[in-house]
């Protein structure tokens, strides 16, 4: 049973640049999260995404966006991109139902430095 | 608003002593609480929750956790520490919404 997969693995974009993240969650699971960890902290959280609907937002600007299709894979999209947006992205999947519903399960992440 | 706090940025022990990691929580509502273990290049590992029920939860590998309400406390521990638990250690809450709020994380060392 494969586990949360994202990639790519590494990327280096420069400054203005746009950027693609790519999750695919556990098997079974329909709910997906996005989180950005910044160098020496914890992650913080950008997103979610359920029944391919934004379901909650953190506290980041509109440059972030998403997208949930319908076989529960999500993208993570950052436009304009700034120096301060290097760091380690990751996507977490959980269920709606079940026992299991409040664990979220990550992948290994997306670092992404930008230049 | 939801927020964790994890007082100790380092954790060291010796092989084979008891391993405690701190955290305490702000929620508005009911908390979920969760740890989770973070290894060199890797995402995070899922360990234990707590949601309801009995104060002391049992994990992964050999890690349990106490919910203290009074307090506001969820420590992690183990008994005996093993040099493979050297790792970067998150608390982790989320009360009726959908997000996880994280600490900024605790690196524990264990030395043989």
Redesign the interface.
Known sequence: DAG?TQSPTHLIKTRGQQVTLRCSPKSGHD?V?W?QQAL??????IF?YYEEEE??R?NFPDRFSGHQFPNYSSELNVNALLLGDSALY?C?SSLTTGGLK????????TRLSVL | AQSVAQPEDQVNVAEGNPLTVKCTYSVSGNPYLFWYVQYPNRGLQFLLKYITGDNLVKGSYGFEAEFNKSQTSFHLKKPSALVSDSALYFCAVRDNDYKLSFGAGTTVTVRA
Do not use: K, W
């Open positions: 949360v709910t999260s989180y020496g902290q914890g992650p913080q959280f979610q379901r909650q953190g990751l977490a409040n664990i979220q399960y990550f992948g290994a992440g």
